[in-house]
């Protein structure tokens, strides 16, 4: 009953969320000129007649998908990004929610602030070994969903003693850092959030077994400054661009960043 409460009350938080992303992405549309691209509501390139954000450029092919070979698996590693975090801009910490993108590599904190939503927080993270959305135990992806209907965080531990097997030779090894971000993840059971211990190489990338991990000290810093039980976790799919609320958020705050990769052009 209560882990049901906790995922009613995510969608409302993510619906009343939904609204003013939505609203502040329609007020901060650029000017539709030519030979531009713009983003519909869900992400999508559009005609320009439909189109309520110019869209961010891609980034060039130096920091795209590279094939990187570690402990006998093929394994994804992109260039790193540098990780930032606001949490003195942050308002109430129950407005906040997670965005993830499974194309760019990136873990978003957002917080709805008045008519706009503001970026607090960036990490570069690693996601499962194989693309698509997860279908069954064991083979090797991350679950996605949408806004309309986001994970959930039901339990955050300590996580800093856990220890897995992973195949390679290894044996049992610390993997998780300082703190283990459960998801009620539509069925799927072990899905979390956690650091990198002894895999910090593999982020940001695709290595993992089906988890998002993030680097050790970022994943402190979103459990000391960010995450909560009931927290709305959105994570998009490899073909989903960057959301309205996303591409205004990125341009008012003037934040850069090295990976917009064209879907395109991933491996």
């Not at 969320?17 to 609203?23: E, K, S």
């Not at 801009?89 to 590599?105: A, H, P, T």
């Not at 991990?213 to 970022?218: E, F, G, N």
């Amino acid at each position: 009953m209560e882990n049901k409460q906790t995922v009613k009350k995510a969608k409302t938080v993510v619906a009343f969320v939904a609204a003013l992303v939505f609203l502040a992405a329609c007020h901060g549309a650029g000017e539709k000129g030519e030979n531009k691209s713009f983003i519909d509501a869900k992400g999508n390139k559009v005609e320009q007649g439909n189109a309520v954000e110019e869209a961010l450029p891609y980034s060039g092919d130096d920091v795209g998908e590279k094939t990187f070979e570690e402990y006998g698996k093929t394994t994804i590693r992109l260039e790193p990004d540098s990780s930032f975090s606001h949490p003195d801009m942050k308002k109430v910490k129950e407005n906040c929610f997670i965005v993830m993108s499974k194309k760019d590599y990136y873990l978003y904190v957002y917080e709805p602030q008045g008519e706009d939503t503001v970026m607090l927080a960036r990490y570069d993270c690693c996601f499962a070994l194989n693309k698509g959305d997860k279908e069954k135990e064991g083979d090797m992806r991350t679950p996605h969903c949408t806004m309309e209907d986001p994970f959930v965080i039901t339990e955050i531990v300590d996580a800093s003693g856990w220890e897995h097997d992973f195949g390679d030779e290894r044996g049992k090894i610390l993997s998780y850092g300082r703190y283990f971000h459960r998801l009620d993840a539509k069925g799927h059971k072990g899905i979390g959030i956690h650091g990198s211990t002894n895999n910090e190489n593999s982020v940001p990338g695709r290595a993992s077994e089906g988890c998002i991990r993030l680097h050790d000290k970022d994943i402190k810093d979103l459990g000391d400054n960010y995450t909560y039980v009931g927290m709305p976790v959105v994570i998009k799919a490899e073909n989903v661009d960057d959301l309205p609320f996303e591409i205004h958020a990125m341009k008012k705050q003037g934040i850069k960043r090295k990976r917009h990769i064209d879907p395109e052009k991933a491996l």
